[in-house]
T-cell receptor
Framework: SQKIEQNSEALNIQEGKTATLTCNYT??????LQWYRQDPGRGPVFLLL???NEKEKRKERLKVTFDTTLKQSLFHITASQPADSATYLC??????????WGAGTKLIIKP | DAGVIQSPRHEVTEMGQEVTLRCKPI?????LFWYRQTMMRGLELLIY????????DSGMPEDRFSAKMPNASFSTLKIQPSEPRDSAVYFC?????????????FGSGTRLTVV
């Protein structure tokens, strides 16, 4: 069956360092992958989308990589700040362009 | 744009009662999705519409759940009768086009508690 895995344990990072979150998938060949941020009591907010033929995409302090051979996407936040603390979700598209969601990783940036 | 608007933000109801959740998508978005989120199961797609037409309702858990989209600016998700296991956060999301570069826009959700 199709499966998306994100680290279920919270990730604690010191302010100013780079945070790296991982999204692994199996039995799947997605056309593209998306990353969302979710704060408590709020809906997910779209951050970045990367297509299967793109290796890397950047947006300000955010960088996403997509390795279809490893079946893995990495999400990086450089110069992390306490305001970056949130849960980050990855989602893959299926053949109908609908999203299959990971469970999310909670990121905590310590001052 | 005010984004995707959901109401109510919180709903507490007794088991057996009817619950109606409402959603106003972003103007111009032709896809609308209803999701449910719980700690145990994460985000689950319940149903989605394209141009107001239901396309896939395979995620609707039971006949107690129904959804409508009478026009491009309004959708409802109804649970009748409600049960404690329906307690969750229900999100509405909208999207422009298929394969869009812009992802989904979610509302702030409705936290439903059935007692």
């Amino acid at each position: 069956s199709q499966k998306i895995e994100q680290n279920s344990e919270a990730l604690n990072i010191q302010e100013g360092k780079t945070a790296t979150l991982t999204c692994n998938y199996t039995n799947y060949s997605p056309a593209y992958l998306q990353w969302y941020r979710q704060d408590p009591g709020r809906g997910p907010v779209f951050l970045l989308l990367i297509r299967e033929n793109e290796k890397e995409k950047r947006k300000e302090r955010l960088k996403v990589t997509f390795d279809t051979t490893l079946k893995q996407s990495l999400f990086h936040i450089t110069a992390s700040q306490p305001a970056d603390s949130a849960t980050y979700l990855c989602a893959l598209t299926d053949s109908n362009y609908q999203l299959i969601w990971g469970a999310g990783t909670k990121l905590i940036i310590k001052p | 744009d005010a984004g995707v608007i959901q109401s109510p933000r919180h709903e507490v109801t007794e088991m057996g009662q009817e619950v109606t959740l409402r959603c106003k998508p972003i103007s111009g978005h032709d896809y609308l999705f209803w999701y449910r989120q719980t700690m145990m199961r994460g985000l689950e797609l319940l149903i989605y519409f394209n141009n107001n037409v239901p396309i896939d309702d395979s995620g609707m858990p039971e006949d107690r759940f129904s959804a409508k989209m009478p026009n491009a600016s309004f959708s409802t998700l109804k649970i009748q009768p409600s049960e404690p296991r329906d307690s969750a956060v229900y999100f509405c999301a909208s999207r422009q086009g298929q394969g869009s570069n812009y992802g989904y826009t979610f509302g702030s959700g409705t936290r439903l508690t059935v007692v």
